[in-house]
Each structure stands twice: as C-alpha cells, then as structure tokens.
C-alpha cells in the first residue's frame, strides 16, 4: 500500500495577530481546496506541535477542531509536525484509516521561546545551567567549525544564499536579502554564530492531506507520494554525543533510503533544517550528500537545496520540518523527481527525521 499527499495548505509566516486556532483553520481550509474536497471526506486528524511554542496547555484542544476534527480520531504528536506526518503515513498503512489532515502549528510570538525551551531539557543535569537551545546550536557550529576548519566567509556564504531564494518563495518569512559582507558585519549573537546566522521565530501553520493509493488516485491523478521515512534519536546527555556532526539525521536518512532502495545519488531537490549554517552543511554530509567536512563543496555545485529558505528564513518552533516538507512537495509538483528533507528537534538535534518524496 502507498500513500500520496494529495492537498497543500501553507500560511504566511511571520508574526500573525491571529489567534493561532484562527491561523490553523485557515491552513487546514486550503488543504480541503487544494484537494478539492470537503471536511467529512477525512476520516482522522493528526497535528504536530509543542504546548510551550503557542503558550497553551493541551494546545490541541484549540487546533484540532480547526483542522476538522469535530467528532473523527484525533491524535497529537507533541514534536516538530514532520513527526505527525510519519504518523498519519503509519495510520493509513495500518489499513484503519484512508485519509489524513495533518497539522502543524507554531506561533512564537506567543511566548519567550529561549525561556520556555528551557523546559525542555533534562531536569536534573542540564535545565538549571541555563544552556538555551541557540547555545547547543553554537557548541555544535564551533565544534564543526574547528574540526574542519570553515573560515567565516563560508557560513556568512550560506545564510545569504538563503535569502536570496527566500524572496523568491512566497510562504517564507524572512524576505530581506543580506550580503556576505553584512552577515560578517553584524553583531555576534552566541560564539560563533552571529546575529544574522540565526533562524527567526516565525508564525504559520502547515497542512497536507494524505491518502491510502486508490483514494489517492481518485483525488489526484497525480499524488505526491511518501516514499520513504527513517527516524533516530541519539544519546541522551549531551556530553555523550559528537557536536561535529547530526548522528541521528545520518542514521535517520539511512533508514529513510534503505526503504526506497536509493541514495542520495537518487535524490535531486532537498530541504533541511538548518537552524544555523553550519547545520546546513552538517544537514547535507549527513544524508549523503557530501562526506564529512565536505558540505561546503555541495553548496557550489548548485543542487536544489533549501529553495524555500529554510529554516534560516523561516522557523516556527513546532512545525518547521512540515514546513521543509510541504516546500518540498511543491518542489515535486512543479517537476522534481524526488525529493528529501530532514527535520530535528531536541537539545543540539538530538532527534531526526528524514522523509523522501517522490513523483512516481
């Protein structure tokens, strides 16, 4: 059995002054029109998305009825939304459910988002020392940065690629187009990153609807299909974890291509998360596309990578991976063959998930 996404629905992102219930119905309703169908056709409801990032206990109490949940099976993953969308995949493979509204949410302009992360973190080792999630972000860029000597020329490099390509796709948030004199010039944020080499805390909401194959077909002759997923958590504390590369993101893209039966070889669009730039590069090597330290090389040789930003462009904590991903299948719409992304949540991108699209 194969499941298709067979309807996109994508917000603005940036700050919306919308209740962010109001942002999700309005999302879940250009999925409907996307598909061309109506509420009763979907039969279960899946979101994504964390409590802390809109400031509400049980959050899904709000979003599930605005993305159509009124009296069907509704189920929340409480992690970035890519999480949800593997879920609804599993849903419908289990032969329960045919078709799926998956949802992810993220409205930073709720809450102080370095702060509330902090719950996140271990309780007992690590929350009280105050360590924020940029931080880890930065032992993980200085650590790659040292072991393979990347000059600063390269990450300023990355960020104003992806500006460029921001203002080119019209969901992205950050449409400003910096220089690589003007990354370099600005105000050091947390060593090594500077100011303009972090992602922004942005609004919006995702949502895809999926399909089991016939009902797929029936929907949209040509569907958008889900041709492999892989996920991967790595070690708990993270004095036990090397900073210089995403170990989950590389297990998890090896789990991804091992049931499409490819590799990156086969693969000619991608969208990664890349909180930092050195995340992108990390992002790049470890799903194959450049060897360790390498990833600077693939950003000159012009595969299609990040067309929509990225997350250095647009970033809304708890939906950012569904984001890359619904950017990515309409990278495949409009021709790509085949596609995949990478999403990570948890301190210093403990956990990964790598999803692979494909047109056929």
């Not at 159509?68 to 609804?88: F, H, M, Q, T």
């Not at 271990?122 to 000597?149: E, I, N, W």
């Not at 989950?248 to 990156?264: E, H, L, W």
């Amino acid at each position: 059995m194969r499941v298709g996404i067979v309807g996109i629905g994508m917000t603005s992102f940036g700050t919306h002054e919308e209740p962010f219930y109001n942002v999700a119905y309005e999302a879940a309703r250009k999925a409907l029109e996307d598909a061309e169908m109506e509420r009763h056709e979907i039969d279960n409801v899946v979101l994504g998305g964390y409590d802390v990032s809109v400031g509400r206990t049980i959050s899904n109490m709000y979003t599930a009825p605005a993305a159509g949940g009124y009296l069907k099976d509704e189920i929340r993953v409480s992690d970035d939304a890519a999480y949800a969308l593997a879920l609804a995949y599993m849903r419908i493979r289990s032969g329960i459910f045919d078709v799926a509204m998956v949802l992810g949410y993220g409205h930073c302009s709720e809450t102080p988002m370095e702060l509330v992360e902090l719950l996140t973190l271990d309780p007992f080792f690590h929350r009280d020392l105050g360590l924020s999630y940029q931080m880890s972000y930065a032992m993980q860029s200085y650590t790659y940065k040292v072991r393979y000597d990347v000059e600063d020329e390269v990450s300023a490099e990355v960020v104003a690629e992806a500006r460029k390509r921001a203002l080119k796709y019209e969901y992205a948030h950050l449409k400003e187009e910096v220089t690589v004199d003007e990354v370099l010039s600005s105000e050091m944020a947390v060593f090594p990153l500077r100011k303009l080499e972090l992602p922004p805390w942005s609004d919006g909401c995702i949502a895809l609807i999926l399909a089991e194959e016939t009902v797929a077909r029936r929907i949209n002759p040509e569907p958008i299909w889900i041709e492999g997923l892989g996920w991967n958590t790595g070690n708990y504390y993270l004095g036990s974890r090397d900073l210089a590369e995403l170990t989950s993101t590389r297990r998890a893209a090896q789990m991804a291509y091992r049931m499409v039966g490819c590799d990156a070889r086969g693969v000619d669009a991608a969208e990664v998360m890349d909180l930092t730039p050195y995340h992108h590069l990390m992002s790049l090597e470890a799903l194959g596309f450049a060897e360790d330290g390498e990833g600077k090389e693939v950003v000159k040789t012009g595969i299609p990578v990040n067309r929509s930003g990225g997350a250095l462009c647009t970033n809304a904590h708890g939906t950012t991976g569904l984001f890359l991903t619904a950017s990515l299948a309409l990278q495949i719409r409009e021709g790509a063959d085949r596609g995949v992304t990478s999403a990570v949540s948890g301190y210093a991108a403990q956990n990964s998930i790598v999803t692979v699209l494909g047109a056929r």
